[in-house]
Nanobody, 127 residues
Framework: QVQLVESGGGSVESGGSLRVSCVASEGTISKFCMGWFRQSPGKEREGVAAITIGGTPTYEDSVEGRFTISRDNAKNSLYLQLNSLKPEDTAMYYC?????????????????????WGQGTQVTVSS
């Protein structure tokens, strides 16, 4: 079991950058696959990026090349670097975890695959 806490959200102008972080306040993430998801008002939660225990990333098409997911198991932390931000990136960003084996797993960008969630951090991008 893990408890996740996000931080680092904020407001930036279009083209700007932010780094959001997620730390496990209880438990260890070393045996968990991790992901970042986002949700804006009136829309379903969507997967943004996922990372395996070994550090292999997967990205949703619209953020490929702009966002970078990383993890530091020693610090029990997950990160998402957001560059070249666009107004359509505005959303609440959530980190999530699921206990998994090594390697990629099917549906790793699907919220339904994850069973531990943080409370979210707001990212707002103005034009």
């Amino acid at each position: 079991q893990v408890q996740l806490v996000e931080s680092g959200g904020g407001s930036v102008e279009s083209g700007g950058s932010l780094r959001v972080s997620c730390v496990a306040s209880e438990g260890t993430i070393s045996k968990f696959c991790m992901g970042w998801f986002r949700q804006s008002p009136g829309k379903e939660r969507e997967g943004v990026a996922a990372i395996t225990i070994g550090g292999t990333p997967t990205y949703e098409d619209s953020v490929e090349g702009r966002f970078t997911i990383s993890r530091d198991n020693a610090k029990n932390s997950l990160y998402l670097q957001l560059n070249s931000l666009k107004p359509e990136d505005t959303a609440m960003y959530y980190c999530a975890a699921v206990r998994c084996a090594t390697g990629l797993f099917a549906g790793r960008l699907s919220p339904s695959k994850y069973n531990y969630w943080g409370q979210g951090t707001q990212v707002t991008v103005s034009s």
